[in-house]
C-alpha cells in the first residue's frame, strides 16, 4: 500500500500525463481567458521547464556533467514539470470561485508538486538537490504565469465542462503508463557524445572517493 501510494504520487510528475494535459490547458486558456497572450505564456513557460530539464540531463548522461558533492546528475523532471504545470491547472479550473477559495486551489496546486518530489526521494529516484532545483524551476516558472495573468478575468467552468476538462487527465491517471523520456534522452545523450554508455549517478559519484 505504501508503495502504491508512492507510485501514485509519482505519475503526477510523469510526462504521459503532463505532456497531454499541459496541451489541454493550452486550449482552455485560449478559451476561458480573456488575455489572448496567455496561451504561447503558458507553452513558453511548460516548454521551457522541459527544455532545462532535458538539457541537464544531456548534459550529464553524454558528457558527464554534474556536481559528485552535491550528488546531482541534472533536475528532476517530474518535480520540475509538475511545479510548472499543477499551479496553473488549480488555477484556471477554479475561476468559478471567491477569491479565497482560488487560492486555496492555488495552494493546492503548488503542494501536489511538493509531494512529487518526496516521493521521488522515497522511491530513490532523486537526490535533494535534483528534487529541490527541480521544485525551483518549476515554481519560478508557474509563478511568472500566474503573475503575468494577474489582471486576467478566468470565466468559471460549468460542471459538464469541467467533467470535460478532466476527462483526459483523469484517463491517464487511471492507465498509469509510463512516459519513456528518459530513455530517449539516454539514446539521445549518447549518440551526441559519441560515446557507448550514457554516464550514470554510480560514476559521478566514484570521483567524490
Not at 532535458?54 to 511545479?83: E, Q, R
Not at 468559478?96 to 503548488?110: E, H, N, P, T
Request: glycine share 8%.
Amino acid at each position: 500500500m505504501y508503495w502504491r501510494t508512492l507510485h501514485f504520487l509519482t505519475y503526477f510528475g510523469d510526462s504521459m500525463l503532463l505532456i497531454p494535459t499541459a496541451i489541454v490547458m493550452a486550449g482552455l486558456i485560449s478559451w476561458k481567458n480573456s488575455d489572448r497572450r496567455a496561451a504561447w505564456y503558458w507553452a513558453l513557460a511548460f516548454c521551457t521547464a522541459g527544455a532545462v530539464v532535458s538539457l541537464s540531463k544531456v548534459a550529464f548522461m553524454g558528457f558527464g556533467l554534474g556536481s559528485a558533492h552535491l550528488n546531482f546528475t541534472g533536475f528532476s523532471g517530474h518535480t520540475a514539470m509538475s511545479a510548472t504545470l499543477w499551479p496553473v491547472m488549480l488555477w484556471l479550473l477554479s475561476g468559478r470561485l471567491s477569491d479565497k477559495g482560488r487560492l486555496f486551489a492555488v495552494g493546492i496546486g503548488y503542494l501536489i508538486p511538493i509531494l512529487v518530489g518526496v516521493s521521488r526521494l522515497l522511491l530513490s529516484y532523486h537526490s535533494t538537490s535534483e528534487v529541490i532545483t527541480g521544485l525551483i524551476l518549476g515554481f519560478t516558472l508557474s509563478t511568472a504565469f500566474l503573475v503575468s495573468q494577474r489582471r486576467a478575468r478566468v470565466q468559471g467552468f460549468s460542471t459538464l465542462q469541467l467533467c470535460i476538462a478532466l476527462l483526459l487527465p483523469l484517463l491517464l491517471l487511471s492507465h498509469g503508463r509510463l512516459a519513456t523520456t528518459q530513455q530517449f534522452l539516454q539514446r539521445l545523450s549518447v549518440q551526441i557524445a559519441g560515446i557507448d554508455h550514457p554516464w550514470t549517478r554510480d560514476d559521478l559519484l566514484k570521483l567524490r572517493q
